[in-house]
């Protein structure tokens, strides 16, 4: 057959290659929806099967394709951006300048890839306090679980994100990217011992120049950005290694009660070679067919709506709030007030509030506000889900009642974070002076 | 390494008779000695080039303006402050003694801003009572500041830096020495 007609044998070679790239929207069997995933590249990563609760819009809202959707639109908006933005002193402000104004939808690039940072700060954040709420950090029953570390990982993906904020916003050269990495690299250089050589080697130098600008561009257009790739492909491994959202494990805990008959577990070797299996294709649930769906198209479809949903707000937002530009970076005059962007400004009241005088010595709240408690914060967490002693009832249940004290407790400081955010972005005005809102700020000369 | 396990474990007679345990264990000792060659190797040549790729991007030259210059002749300055505004710099005359205050908030670095008093103010610094013109304040955390320098309010944790001045013989300009920091009380009487 292929011989005699090579045509139909190269077509239906690229159709079977097509069909690798593309999946069955709707299959119409339980073994095209398996086929789509297993013969599937874009799903290769998706179990073929998932319970119905991990699908749920109100158990994890989302965030964590939500974050992971925004990382790739600063992707896709990112490399433009790198095509038409000049990473020189003489030349930067000018380039995003003409961005603004001249490129063609230049504003837009900008404006969206600004948008999503600020965005994904956000769903970062909440995903990071949804997991800790819902104490989904902690393992099951399943083998070889070891959620912690994927909470570790998702710390240290919290903190990439932020830098990579920070990085971002000096690119502009504008007045608020001047101060804000005058103030950043300060707080560096305030750590004891290594602090002024760690500001010298991050600035390239005593001052913020060409050094400085090359070094924030290279950290925020490949560094950091691999480092999050990496990091999120270890997270989404380990998701899967860890059977899933930890509200399944729920699920298995409650029908082991009932006492339903166990299934034969579905397990794999790999081909004799090891003596273990592959975890997440053993069914930790007992009566799987109950509780599971096909992943496609029932996780996809829900998957693209979450996308098409961040997509849409993000470019809707991009449209009704403009991405502001400063006046261009002058060393001279710092701005009154000079502010972080909002996710850093609990940062800037940290260090405002925290110098202490103790026995005659003064200790910088750059140390203080700017290193010890946000260090503090980081272990904390790290540390956390070694320290919850809490049973497996509470694993991947929201407010478990068990673990009252502790979510109160880690709920204060969320609410500590974002009442400082909020002093920070609405009632702090020239010099730093509290100012309520209905207070009108004092007219000050912009020069002496 | 796997001869490691069976070497021991062979009765003699059996298909590994001729390696005798003392020959086995030579060969795992020079075995050893010879990955740990190898890894030490390995090691040494990425934390070598490691440094040597780090070591390139801390500067040896640097392009930035020199920490010594000069800010103009005498007669530029009148009685009070002026604020050299690209060298970040206050420089204050009173009669014929000059002193240099920096305008680098000691907190975080922002420029401070001069607030000239509508009339004097006086307070006690450092024991001493004064009557003062003007206050520093800055805009990045509040840090407020008394006319010689001396951070009284806000997060600051110490003075603003007092710098060294000289007159250039040349031609009689000013010379502002950043790299020297002086004490509060140093004064150049010209």
């Not at chain 1, 961005?99 to 890839?113: A, D, I, N, Q």
């Amino acid at each position: 057959m292929a011989t005699r007609f090579p045509a139909l044998a190269r077509l239906k070679k690229g159709r079977e290659t097509w069909k690798q790239i593309k999946w069955t929207w709707l299959p119409e069997s339980n073994r095209e929806a398996g086929d789509s995933v297993v013969r599937n590249f874009l799903l290769h990563w998706f179990p073929a099967k998932v319970t119905r609760q991990s699908l749920s819009w109100n158990y994890s809202f989302w965030l964590g394709t939500i974050s992971a959707v925004l990382f790739f639109i600063l992707i896709v908006t990112g490399i433009p951006l790198m095509f038409l933005y000049v990473p020189s002193v003489e030349r930067a402000y000018l380039s995003v300048k003409d961005l603004e104004f001249k490129v063609s939808f230049g504003w837009f690039l900008r404006g969206l890839h600004r948008v999503s940072a600020h965005l994904m700060v956000a769903a970062v954040f909440l995903h990071m306090v949804r997991v800790f709420l819902a104490g989904a950090y902690k393992n099951g029953t399943a083998a070889n679980q070891n959620r912690q570390l994927n909470w570790i990982i998702g710390v240290a993906l919290l903190l990439f994100t932020l830098l990579l904020s920070f990085t971002g916003y000096l690119l502009p050269c504008d007045q608020l990217a001047y101060w804000a990495i005058t103030v950043g690299t300060n707080i560096a250089s305030s750590a004891p011992l290594v602090g002024e050589k760690m500001r010298f080697f991050l600035l390239g130098g005593h001052t913020i120049d060409q050094n400085t600008l090359i070094r924030f561009y290279v950290l925020h257009c490949f560094f950091l950005p691999m480092g999050v790739l990496l990091l999120f492909s270890y997270h989404m491994w380990r998701v899967r290694k860890d059977g899933g959202l930890a509200c399944v494990d729920q699920l298995s805990l409650e029908q082991k009660k009932e006492g339903a008959q166990p299934i034969k577990s579905k397990t794999y070797s790999l081909l004799g070679i090891t003596s273990g299996r592959t975890v997440h294709v053993e069914t930790s649930i007992i009566d799987e067919d109950k509780h599971t769906v096909a992943s496609s198209p029932n996780l996809t479809r829900r998957l693209l709506v979450a996308t098409l949903a961040t997509l849409a707000v993000a470019a809707l937002l991009t449209i009704l709030f403009h991405a502001p530009l400063e006046e261009a970076a002058n060393p001279s005059v710092t701005p009154n007030p000079a502010k972080a962007p909002w996710y850093f400004l609990w940062l800037q009241e940290l260090v405002t509030d925290t110098t202490f005088t103790i026995a005659g010595i003064t200790i910088n709240g750059a140390f203080i506000g700017g290193i010890l408690l946000p260090g503090v914060l980081v272990l904390a967490a790290i540390v956390w889900p070694y320290l919850d002693k809490s049973s497996v009832r509470a694993v991947g249940v929201w407010m478990a009642t068990e673990r009252r004290k502790q979510n109160i407790v880690f709920l204060i400081v969320v609410a500590a974070i974002l009442i400082l955010t909020i002093v920070g972005t609405y009632l702090r005005g020239p010099y730093w002076n509290f100012y309520w809102p209905w207070q009108s700020w004092p007219t000050i000369p912009r020069h002496f | 390494m796997w001869r490691k396990k069976s070497a021991p474990d062979q009765a003699p007679g059996t298909l590994h008779q001729r390696e005798t345990p003392d020959k086995a264990s030579i060969d795992l000792t020079k075995r050893k000695w010879i990955s740990r060659v190898g890894l030490g190797a390995i090691l040494v040549g990425i934390g070598g080039q490691a440094y040597a790729l780090i070591r390139a991007l801390v500067p040896n030259v640097l392009y930035e303006d020199p920490q010594r210059f000069k800010v103009g002749t005498l007669d530029q300055f009148g009685e009070g402050a002026k604020f050299i505004e690209d060298k970040r710099v206050f420089i204050f005359r009173q009669k014929n003694t000059l002193h240099c205050i920096s305008a680098t908030c000691t907190h975080l670095g922002c420029t401070v801003k001069m607030e000239r008093l509508n009339q004097a103010k006086r307070v006690t610094v450092r024991g001493r009572e004064i009557d003062e013109q003007v206050e520093f304040a800055c805009p990045c955390h509040g840090s407020k500041y008394y006319g010689d320098g001396t951070n009284y309010s806000g997060p600051a944790p110490r003075p603003l830096a007092h710098y060294k001045l000289e007159l250039a013989p040349e031609d009689g300009q000013l010379i502002v020495d950043t790299s020297q920091t002086v004490s509060q009380d140093f004064r150049l009487t010209v």
